[in-house]
């Protein structure tokens, strides 16, 4: 406890007061706690930057852009199938074949089998044998689409192989394709 004297002077009575401290003493500790804190953001809130903008961060290794890969985006509509292989924003090609009506329960799509292997020997980018990446295909189908059709186009993606070899040699037909969807 901290204390205060008011000296009575002048017949004045004599008044001693006494403060508590420890309040005052929390006060500083805070205060001095968001000092350090906003201390230590402040430094990272720099930006290293050097004088060399806008060139490549080492002058002497040349920068080589790398080129998107093609993928193929599979759209269902009501009445066709489309083909687009994109690479970065740009079609490569595009292509549509007709849906053909599904009578009785089983639904299947051999001729979009057959055309995505065409589409795939004259597109894809991974054909080599030693080459173990797939390329990558899009499957853009509306939110109502029924599950048999969409199980029908993607049987028609995984008919698709190619020759790979395995890492312990040997070679075995894998599908061409990495599937992802795309529902609106």
Same mark, same amino acid.
């Given at each position: ?8 002077? $002048? ?5 001693? =007061? %006494? ?6 003493? #929390?006060?500083? @500790?805070?205060?001095? +706690?968001? @000092?350090?804190? !906003? +201390? ?8 290293? +930057?050097? =004088?060399?903008?806008?060139? *490549? ?9 790398? !080129? *998107?890969?093609?993928? @193929?985006? /599979?759209?269902?509509?009501?009445? %066709? ?8 924003? !740009? ?6 074949? $007709? ?11 051999? #001729? &979009?089998?057959?055309? /995505? ?10 054909? $080599? ?7 990558? +295909?899009?499957?853009?189908? #509306?939110?109502? &689409? ?5 199980? =029908?186009?993607?049987? =028609? &993606? ?7 070899? &395995? ?12 599937? !992802?969807?795309?529902?609106?």
């Amino acid at each position: 406890m901290g204390g205060v004297d008011v000296g009575g002077g $002048d017949g004045k009575k004599a008044m001693n =007061a %006494e403060i508590n401290m420890i309040p005052f003493i #929390d006060l500083l @500790l805070v205060i001095v +706690a968001f @000092l350090l804190i !906003t +201390a230590v953001w402040v430094s990272f809130s720099r930006i290293n +930057a050097n =004088a060399q903008v806008p060139g *490549p961060p080492d002058p002497n290794k040349e920068i080589t852009p790398e !080129t *998107p890969q093609k993928v @193929l985006h /599979l759209y269902i509509r009501e009445s %066709e199938f489309g083909l687009i292989w994109k690479q970065g924003s !740009t079609t490569v090609s595009e292509s549509t074949i $007709d849906r053909p009506e599904q009578k009785g329960d089983e639904i299947m799509y051999p #001729d &979009l089998a057959v055309k /995505l292997g065409e589409e795939w020997k004259q597109h894809g980018g991974h054909q $080599d044998v030693s080459d173990r990446k797939l390329d990558q +295909a899009i499957l853009h189908s #509306d939110n109502g &689409l029924k599950f048999g059709e969409i199980v =029908a186009v993607l049987d =028609a &993606l995984y008919s698709t192989k190619r020759e790979m070899a &395995l890492k312990d040699g040997k070679r075995e037909k894998q599908p061409v394709f990495n599937m !992802t969807f795309s529902v609106r």
